[in-house]
């Protein structure tokens, strides 16, 4: 289970060709890929809720419209449109490096080989 959880939600709307073109090329097998394991895909009719249940997201315009939220239920980022195949994951790949790494970071609490000052150390004179 990945330390970070998030949600990907898919804005789309009956006879959107860029979300059929999602449906044929992502889909299928988007459960099973990386980041479908850390954001599972929750698709909402932008007719029905333009902010897919979330108070305070900003609401979705076009179709598709990918929106990453975070596990406090926060929008990571979004992507507008359907870049296709070659693009898709390398985009949602740029949201989830906004996320935070990890709860513990995320906490506050510092690797130990983190610097703890961010000052240069004193230097002694001879």
């Known amino acids: 289970m990945p330390a970070f959880s998030a949600e990907l939600l898919m804005f789309e709307q009956a006879g959107c060709p860029f ?11 988007y459960p099973n890929s990386r980041i479908g394991k850390i954001a599972p895909l929750r698709r909402v009719n932008i007719f029905a809720d333009r902010r897919g249940g979330i108070a305070g997201l900003t609401p979705a315009v076009f179709t598709p419209t990918f929106v990453l939220i975070g596990d406090d239920g926060h ?10 195949r ?15 790494f990890d709860r513990d970071q995320a906490a506050g609490r510092i690797k130990a080989d983190t610097p703890k000052r961010s000052e240069p150390p004193l230097l002694s004179r001879p």
């Open 75 to 84: 929008e990571i980022g979004r992507l507008e449109g359907y870049p296709g």
């Open 19 to 29: 979300c059929r073109k999602f449906d044929t090329e992502i889909a299928p097998d």
């Open 86 to 100: 070659r693009w898709f994951y390398p985009e949602i790949e740029q949201l989830l490096k906004r996320r935070p």
